[in-house]
């Protein structure tokens, strides 16, 4: 089963700078699996050494956030895109901590 | 000197730049690690090649610890994670704050201080590293708070010659030591105050927020610390701090560094309070002491005159090994300076920049 993993601009530098890359497994933990073997500097960018989602990357099967629940357990079917892109935030409340705070 | 490097890392890339000529003039390449945050940079000099060291903050992508055998030409990021919490710990690395190779009796041991508030020891040289679990595990550690920039282990400070003694500084935990290689550590920070807590309760046995400690290798017992409102010197390597405030115009500050030749002098870059990060009356002053902190004294020949409001932090300020010493100094204005005399004067030799989070430097054979 295999997919295509959708890169924004500033991961290209971890695939070759090709746009995209193929993914395979039945769920986005098991295609992530399988791409650390590959692409370990990429699958590292996507998620930190505990197999978590990183905290501002937000993920999209076939348009359809895995944000919520278990995101690893998310099924990727044969021929899906996953879209990858960083979460834009901000103002008062925002969740994205580190990019707000003082030195 | 032949080849000087100076590596100046910003909150948007790394710029590394050259001296042939014993350090009157710099070059400098164009920016590395485009848009990411350089918060820790190191050079080894304890092999014949040299390695670079870069703790890069990648953004929304995590961190990454790289490293150049080749001067910055081109850098490796091992297939296996370098550095990352092991299972069972529930913790991620969020940045990497200070990478610290050993003295040189151990050729292949690289220390990383991280946030969350962790140590790092690498004995392959930077390859991997191995979370230190007699600090993750310290009892103190539920009650560490984060300091301003985070609960970051920014400060890694090995003894010269023993290597089971090592000390190391949090924000805002404190200062730490082991005498053990890391079995177990005790919180070394008697004397010195937490000046944001309640009266009563300023001088903990940790928890203060200690910005920087710095120590002559020749004098591994005689530390020097910059605190959040406080400077102090301590006689036992920790085990009890004293006061060294006379003639600075303000006691906070992040900076604070050692000469590598004389033993009573230290560089600071004062500023004048926590909630106003700014020179003390916007003058642009590198304090200097050549007597332990009994006295200080500015020394600004060639820094700005005008009105300035750049702060240094805490891993933005170093001095070289030449005779006499270089000191150099990069401001959030994105200005760096350089002494060739020790601080009598100085010279800027990069502007512009992004603001500046570190600078080191080094003398390649």
């Known amino acids: ?103 | 000197m032949g080849l000087a490097i100076l590596l100046i890392g910003t909150r948007k890339g790394l710029m590394i730049a050259r001296s042939t000529d014993d350090r009157h003039t710099w070059a400098a390449n164009d920016f590395q690690f485009l848009n990411q945050e350089v918060y820790s940079v190191a050079v080894d000099t304890r092999r014949e090649q040299p390695r670079i060291f870069a703790g890069v903050g990648t953004g929304h992508w995590g961190p990454l610890l790289t490293y150049s055998d080749d001067l910055g030409k081109s850098w490796t990021e091992p297939a296996e994670p370098p550095i990352g919490f092991p299972e069972g710990t529930d913790a991620a690395v969020a940045r990497v704050w200070q990478i610290q190779p050993a003295p040189a009796g151990q050729p292949d041991v690289v220390y990383a201080g991280v946030e969350p508030h962790a140590l790092f020891r690498s004995d392959d040289r930077g390859e991997s590293f191995t979370l230190v679990e007699g600090l993750w595990n310290h009892p103190d550690r539920p009650s560490w708070m984060p300091g301003g920039g985070g609960a970051c282990l920014h400060t890694v400070l090995p003894h010269p010659t023993d290597p089971d003694d090592v000390l190391v500084v949090m924000s805002a935990a404190g200062v730490y030591r082991t005498r053990d290689g890391g079995a177990s550590w005790a919180p070394a920070n008697r004397g010195i105050q937490a000046a944001f807590l309640p009266e009563d309760q300023r001088f903990p046995e940790f928890g203060q927020c200690v910005h920087k400690v710095a120590f002559h290798p020749d004098h591994p017992e005689r530390l020097f610390a910059q605190n959040h409102f406080g400077v102090y010197r301590s006689e036992n390597r920790g085990d009890s701090w004293t006061p060294i405030e006379d003639g600075l115009p303000s006691n906070f500050g992040f900076a604070l560094v050692a000469h590598p030749h004389a033993p009573e002098t230290l560089y600071s870059f004062p500023l004048k309070a926590d909630a106003e990060r700014f020179p003390p009356d916007a003058r642009c002053r590198v304090y200097r002491t050549e007597n332990g902190g009994a006295g200080w004294e500015p020394v600004a020949t060639g820094l700005p005159t005008d009105p300035y409001y750049g702060a240094v932090l805490r891993d933005a300020m170093v001095a070289d090994s030449a005779d006499p010493a270089g000191v150099y100094f990069g401001t959030r204005l994105g200005e760096v300076y350089a002494s060739r005399d020790a601080g009598d004067s100085w010279s800027m030799i990069a502007s512009h920049l992004p603001d500046v989070l570190s600078v080191r430097v080094a003398e390649i054979a």
């Open chain 1, 1 to 103: 089963m295999t997919a295509r993993l959708l890169l924004p601009a500033a991961l290209r530098r971890y695939a070759g700078e090709d746009a995209e890359v193929e993914i395979r497994g039945g769920t986005l933990g098991a295609a992530l699996d399988e791409l650390a073997g590959r692409l370990p500097q990429l699958e590292r960018r996507l998620r930190d050494e505990q197999g978590l989602l990183r905290p501002h990357v937000l993920m999209f099967v076939d348009g359809v956030s895995v944000r919520g629940g278990a995101p690893m357990e998310t099924p990727v079917p044969d021929g899906a895109e996953v879209f990858v892109a960083p979460a834009v935030s901000g103002g008062s409340g925002s969740p994205v901590r580190h990019s707000l705070r003082e030195l």
